[in-house]
């Protein structure tokens, strides 16, 4: 049973545009939440993190908006950049887990 | 941010032989470190947790005989693939955090077995 899920595998954004990657959760005990970046072949970077009892953290060209009564939250990217190519793994964390719980990851694609 | 470090980044292996990956946090130290399977075009599969000091907790059907791992130091992990056969061929990731909640991620271990 998926906890956290990205229901878009892939996107594609025209560059300079605004980038949109959903992500929703399914238990209400999650109190922190990150996006990580993947390039083919390497690790995950960490790229940003609300905490529950935020609805909006903002760094540079990303924002991560949280709705909690929805169960959802989205990272917005802008202006998108060829380099911003890649998959986007949102990921939860619970006290009560301990661990971080991805979800399947979106796979975007900025054409220049 | 903090910097994990993976050796080797990439080995191919004879059927029935071990292999192991080295992971370590070169500028903090970590008090758990997790290792990551990824299958092509597909998500990351959390294999098991290891807390310094302390035996490593697998998931469910990862076999913890064939998928050895210790966590001796603050800074090392290592995962040893025992008797390694093709099936075992994948992209193997640790990760790493002190006491906070983000982790950081090595940059990956590609294992073929021939």
């Known amino acids: 049973d998926q906890q956290v899920k990205q229901n878009s595998p892939s996107l594609s954004v025209q560059e300079g545009r605004i980038s949109i990657l959903n992500c929703d959760y399914t238990n209400s005990m999650f109190d922190y939440f990150l996006w990580y970046k993947k390039y083919p072949a390497e690790g995950p970077t960490f790229l940003i993190s609300?905490?529950?009892?935020?609805d909006k953290n903002e760094d540079g060209r990303f924002t991560v908006f949280l709705n909690k009564s929805a169960k959802h939250l989205s990272l917005h990217i802008v202006p998108s950049q060829p380099g911003d190519s890649a998959v986007y793994f949102c990921?939860?964390?619970?006290?009560?887990?301990?661990?971080?719980?991805f979800g399947p990851g979106t796979s975007l694609s900025v054409i220049p | 941010g903090a910097v994990v470090s993976q050796h080797p980044s990439r080995v191919i292996c004879k059927s029935g032989t071990s292999v192991k990956i080295e992971c370590r946090s070169l500028?903090?130290?970590?008090?758990?470190m997790f290792w990551y399977r990824q299958f092509p075009k597909k998500s990351l599969m959390l294999m098991a947790t290891?807390?310094?000091?302390?035996?490593?907790?697998?998931e469910q059907g990862v076999e913890k005989d064939k998928f050895l791992i210790n966590h001796a130091s603050l800074t090392l992990s290592t995962l040893t693939v025992t008797s390694a056969h093709p099936e075992d061929s994948s992209f193997y990731i640790c990760?790493?955090?002190?006491?906070?909640?983000?982790?950081?991620f090595g940059p990956g271990t590609r294992l073929t077995v021939t």
């Open positions: 290891s807390n310094e000091g302390s035996k490593a907790t697998y």
């Open positions: 990921a939860a964390y619970g006290t009560s887990y301990d661990k971080v719980i």
């Open positions: 990760s790493a955090r002190d006491r906070a909640i983000v982790q950081y």
């Open positions: 609300i905490s529950s009892i935020k």
């Open positions: 500028d903090f130290q970590a008090t758990t």
